[in-house]
Structures are given as C-alpha cells and as structure tokens.
C-alpha cells in the first residue's frame, strides 16, 4: 500500500545538537520527497524538498539525503535552535497525479 | 508568491449542518488542490485530489457524497462537509500545486480550517 514512516516521534536534543529525522517509503516510483514544518495550529511549511534523481540536497543549516534503493530519506538539522522547535512531517509523492503522502510526524524540541 | 488562501479559519456549527470551506491560490494558477483533515497531535491525511474542471479523486475510505469538493475554477476549490457531526470536528487544510507532477511537485499550503461541530 501506499505509506511512508516516520521515526522517531518525538526527538529532544540541546540547542547547537544536530537532528536527524528518518523516513522509509512504500512505493518506489515516488520521485518527490519534500519535508514540512508545521507549528502549533500552523500550515505546513516546506523547508526543503528532494528528487529522487538527486542523492542529497543542502540549504544552510538543513540538509535530506535520498537512498532509492533503500527507499529510504533523512532530514539532517545542524547546529540546532530553539526556533527549530515544532512538528516535522516527511511526504513521498505518490500516484500519477503526484498525490503527499505524509509520515506520521516527529515533534522536535530544543532546549536552550 | 505561492499564496493559499482558505475561508474560513474557524466554524463552528450545529450537528447536522452544512459547511464550506474555500481554498484560493491568489497570485499562481492552481491546476490540482488538495484537501487533507489533520486531527490533533496527528499526521496530515489526504482526502482527496481536486482538478480543476473534472470530479476529485477521493482516497479510500473518504465519503465522497459526505465531504463535496468542486474544483471550477484554477484559483479556487471549495470543500463542503455535509451533515456534520461532533466526529467531522478537525482541522482541514487544502493545498494547491502549480503545476503538473512531475513538472512542478510543489505544493503550498493554506492556513487552515478549524471545524468545530457541537
């Protein structure tokens, strides 16, 4: 079926830690793998998206890395702040007409 | 740019009722939208994929005679809850995308429609 995890649920780290959140894909012709923040009661924010023709894609202090054998992609943060705080969700496309489907979530927290 | 709108952010409303949430792109043609229901602490679920001139895809277990989108123009879907009840109560997000997949996969979201039904 179509599915896409997540893990882990809830992450906690010190400001200036790096985050990695982890996610595996069912459907291995997704090409589009976009990662979103969401803040309490927020819309979802794109912060960074991949295709699956490229292995890893950088932007400051965010970086995903694509494995399409695995069927697997990670978002790495990097020197992390309390801003950095929220929910972040992974999604692969999926289906002709390019259809998100979502992993379940991971709550970041950074403590000061 | 790349801005959605929804109206409105918050209803609330009697069991039994009807209500419409509408879903704008204002400075971008929208050729898909999508509507997704995210209950609390929980994941966003698509319900459905809206193209603009032709009926939506609803995904499994969607009521589509529950939940009516129309889609008739590239700037606005509209997603109607009919006959609400206290289990439609969640927050209801649309999405459009510029583009074809595979062209322009991007998709930005709206603010959000909190639906409370009493």
């Avoid at chain 1, 589009?32 to 295709?51: A, H, N, S, T, V």
């Avoid at chain 1, 890893?56 to 309390?82: C, G, M, W, Y």
């Avoid at chain 2, 939506?56 to 009919?82: C, M, P, R």
Wanted: glycine share 8%; net charge neutral; charged share 20%.
């Amino acid at each position: 079926g179509e599915n896409v995890e997540q893990h882990p649920s809830t992450l906690s780290v010190q400001e200036g830690d790096s985050a990695v959140i982890k996610c595996t894909y069912s459907d291995s012709a997704s090409n589009y793998f976009p990662w979103y923040k969401q803040e309490l009661g927020k819309r979802p924010q794109l912060i960074i998206d991949i295709r699956s023709n490229v292995g890893e894609k950088k932007d400051q202090r965010i970086a995903v890395t694509l494995n399409k054998t695995a069927k697997h992609f990670s978002l790495h943060i990097t020197e992390t702040q309390p801003e950095d705080s929220a929910v972040y969700f992974c999604a692969a496309s999926m289906g002709q007409g390019g259809k998100l489907i979502f992993g379940q979530g991971t709550e970041l927290s950074v403590k000061p | 740019g790349a801005v959605v709108s929804q109206h409105p952010s918050r209803v609330i409303c009697k069991s039994g009722t009807s209500v419409k949430i509408e879903c704008r792109s204002l400075d971008f043609q929208a050729t898909t939208m999508f509507w997704y229901r995210q209950f609390p602490k929980q994941s966003l679920m698509l319900m459905a994929t809206s193209n603009e001139g032709s009926k939506a895809t609803y995904e499994q277990g969607v009521e589509k005679d529950k939940f009516l989108i129309n889609h008739a123009s590239l700037t606005l879907s509209t997603l109607t809850v009919t006959s609400a009840h206290p289990e439609d109560s969640s927050f209801y997000i649309c999405s459009a995308r510029p583009g074809l997949a595979g062209v322009t996969d991007t998709q930005y979201f709206g603010p959000g429609t909190r639906l409370t039904v009493l």
